[in-house]
């Protein structure tokens, strides 16, 4: 299956402490967009990389949270010191390359944090 | 005012009947526009696409669109329970690069 993977599917975590999400997307995709779904809200655009190359970053909060596409490997969403008001769906989703082709989403990431 | 617009509902349709599903949006530039379906506690999972004005057709799903009035909406034909799910109006508005605005979400209930 060559869909977008993302890992963990469920993270827990205490106040204070880090989350690392990882998402490999699609094969064939070089472009990898990340989304937050807070509980009873829609979803939010949070950044958009291509490989080595954050290209918008306009839905990120401000602080605690960063992402990166190294060349190699998988797409990592990290977030620092969390809050309770982290707790929620974190979804990836890629596409081949050219702007405006269809995202494919992953199975996403639940984060709970205690 | 809301980028994207969909009525939450809950909307409650009988099994085999026409479900019918809009949503409006503010970006007059936008230039793609997508639904996708999500059951609960699911990932957003792709149904159409649409570029141009006009309908498009895949199988029991028909998306139409409508620049001029900023408005696209999805018709389900022959609704199935399994249609039951939230139905989220995704647009991609050109100016703003590729990151998809998406609208709070429809939920269909498709009754029996």
């Known amino acids: 299956n060559a869909g977008v993977m993302q890992n963990p599917r469920h993270l827990v975590r205490r106040r204070g402490q880090e989350a690392r999400l990882r998402c490999s997307p699609m094969?064939?995709?070089?472009?990898v967009y990340w989304y937050r779904q807070l509980p009873e809200e829609g979803l939010k655009f949070m950044v958009y990389l291509q490989k080595e190359n954050i290209i918008d970053e306009s839905g990120m909060p401000k602080e605690r949270f960063s992402a990166e596409f190294p060349k190699e490997g998988p797409s990592i969403l990290r977030i620092q010191q969390v809050v309770r008001g982290d707790s929620a769906a974190y979804f990836c989703?890629?596409?081949?390359?050219?702007?405006?082709?269809?995202?494919?989403f992953g199975p996403g990431t639940r984060l709970l944090v205690l | 005012q809301k980028e994207v617009e969909q009525n939450s509902g809950p909307l409650s349709v009988p099994e085999g009947a026409i479900a019918s599903l809009n949503c409006t949006y503010s970006d007059r530039v936008s230039q793609s526009f997508f639904w996708y379906r999500q059951y609960s506690g699911k990932s957003p999972e792709l149904i159409m696409s649409i570029y141009s004005n006009g309908d498009k057709e895949d199988g029991r799903f028909t998306a139409q669109l409508n620049k001029a009035s900023q408005y696209v909406s999805l018709l389900i034909r022959d609704s199935q329970p399994s249609d039951s799910a939230t139905y989220l109006c995704a647009v991609n508005p050109q100016a703003a690069g590729n990151k998809l605005t998406f609208g709070g979400g429809t939920r269909v209930l498709v009754k029996p």
């Open positions: 989703a890629s596409s081949p390359g050219a702007p405006q082709e269809t995202q494919y």
């Open positions: 094969k064939g995709h070089s472009h």
